[in-house]
């Protein structure tokens, strides 16, 4: 970077994303108004270091700042990413737990019984241990908490969990076992500080894999934010959540287990930021392994976690991983190429073939190898006349196959590459061009098969889905699949970094869950009014918050869930609005229909909103049916919603109580069974208000209200009511 370029720099407000990676650690600067990349840096992870991964995040900072000529108080936010909980996780890397349940009267069996989780199976051979005491919670005082503490501590646990039956109504029992546990020395937490749901067995399983996490999290967490004090960034550090949102560093020192995946969801984040997508599947395809995640109406999808086969009381990203990627080795088994992966070039600790110097290809010989020491030795790598070792990999593969662009990150020495798999054409018998087309081909089937099972569980548009290819080896994986699948691809901008964009661009987000059977308006009004204190209390903008409420009746849920950016934008991730007539050609084709089908219904805001006649034939042609559709569209062109049976109207606030109601009326199904409200969704200004969740009108009414309580009288409004 020249000094003019970095004179420049100066003075601008920039946000910071640090990802944590399993072999780099990547750092990204992101101009704060433009949402442009204006620096990146790479630095090997320390796993081994004296103090772990925070002495390469130190590393990053440091030199993103310097090299830069960025000074520390233009960093109005930093945020980093981590698989350190999941990894731990995956390797059994964690802190036994020692549970004290309590409960009382009749329940007390059924409480004890609920709280004793046992040993959790985290991989194969790999468990999470745990240590059980129960107390009468009628007989409960200071002396015996501590005498349990004590037990537990004797047995080797080095955290405590307090369980309590109904903790969520009155956690004063979990809180005083919390209190004791921290005067003698250890770290607590409790089943209420996690989950306000009732089930106390979910409840104190997340717990207990909260808990495992803490001692190694708190380390890291202590050692990171110490790193980003000293780099004299007054801004607090943000962690990525496994939701997609961020949280504070207090936060994750009680809540580390909101970690989990978090690196997998500042992929299909920093996607979504700049590839305007509306239905999709994004990939993101490292060394190792790919991270598959489908999109939906220009959102992630989100599921419930589980841990060991067990459901947890935390929502995550529906993140599916594949162990293919750019690095994936090759298996050959009987002189014959019979599969790819799972194992892969860094785990073996090899380089790839298709980065090394063609002059160093000298005389390569196929040996079989075991990356490590419980697998058999069926994977290929070629040994040169100096003794050197090389693995052949997918990227070697796709770089002779000229898959990989110019520029490109995967990009390496096709003729490098084609040496090496010389060697193994020698020993196969197959020409090389067939053998790289042979390992794609059983590669990529493997990462098209969660694709597949994705597009069907999402019901994804098939008129209108893309492959989206992040990571380092995107170019690896994605146009091939495209190839193999049929879905169009693109590879997203500043792919290798995607993650790390993700994390510097990332939104706040909280969701409280309790359980209430038909929640009233205070019920309503309490839970939002604690999900904006959360939300607030973890660095949202108040003015940026959209909270959606879901009232799940078989389950007596209810449901708040708030999303907001970190400061107030008058830009919208450098938003780009695009023409009407490129709206009406992205409906035509993702319907497949003709333009004069297309009627505008109106905008407001960032909303464009359409009704689409569709006409399908029938018998030949003898039959013919219409049906109207509506569509919701945003300035950039990605369609939020997506409603066949369904209908809209404008209004103005003022209309709220009669010519809604009215709508609302027109759209309720009735029956024997009762009534059966629409899935209702308003659109205004730069918010989107999902009503979907709510069960009765009365609760629809109300959430309306309060949703348009400070916009204007005249403030007009798009409403969609479906009856899907």
Known sequence: MNDAMKKEIQNRKVRIGIDVGGTFTDAVVVDNSTYEIIAKEKVPTTHHAEHGVAEGIVQAIDQVLTKNNISPDDVIFIAHGTTQATNALLEGDVARVGIIGMGTGLEAERSKGETRV????????????????????????????????????????????????YSVDNPENEMRVIRIAGECGMLATGGYEISQLYGLKARTRTAVVNAALIPKMMETADMTEEAVKNSGIRKPLMIMRCDGGVMSIDEVRKRPILTMLSGLAAGVAGALMYEKITDGVFLEAGGTSTDISAIRDGKVMIKNATVGGHKLYLTSLDVRTVGIAGGSMIVVENGALTDVGPRSAHIADLEYEVFADPEEMKDPKIVLIAPRPDDEAKYAAVECSDGKRYSLTLAGAANILGLVPEQDYAKGNARAAEKAWQALADLTGMTVEDLCTKALDIGVSKVNEIVQALVKDYDLNPNLIYLVGGGGSASVITPYLSRKSGIRFRIAENAPYISTIGVSLAMVREQIERNVANPTEDDIRKIRHDVLEVITRAGADPATVEISIDVDSQKNILRATA???????????????????????????????????????????????????????????????????????????????????????????NGLKQGFSEFLDSMTQYSDAGAVLPKTYLFFGQKMSDLSGVQTKEQLMNLADMDLEFVSDTQKIIAVCAKD
């Open 563 to 653: 999303t907001g950016a970190t400061e107030l934008r008058t830009k919208d991730r450098g938003t780009k609005t695009i023409s009407e007539e490129e709206r009406v050609k992205i409906l035509a084709e993702g319907l497949q229909t003709d333009a004069a089908n297309i009627e505008k219904l109106g905008e407001e805001g960032r909303w464009h909103a359409y009704e689409v006649c569709l006409e399908k034939k029938s018998f030949f042609g003898l039959f013919r049916s219409k049906k109207r559709v509506v569509r919701v569209m945003d300035e950039e062109g990605v369609i939020r919603l997506q409603k066949d049976r369904a209908a809209a109207m404008i209004f103005d606030k």
């Open 118 to 165: 046992g040993n959790i199976e985290l991989a194969p051979g790999k468990y999470l241990c745990t240590e059980h005491c129960f107390l009468d919670s009628r007989e409960l005082t200071d002396e015996r908490i501590r005498e349990a503490v004590t037990e537990l501590k004797d047995k080797g646990c080095e955290v405590i969990v307090a369980s309590e039956s």
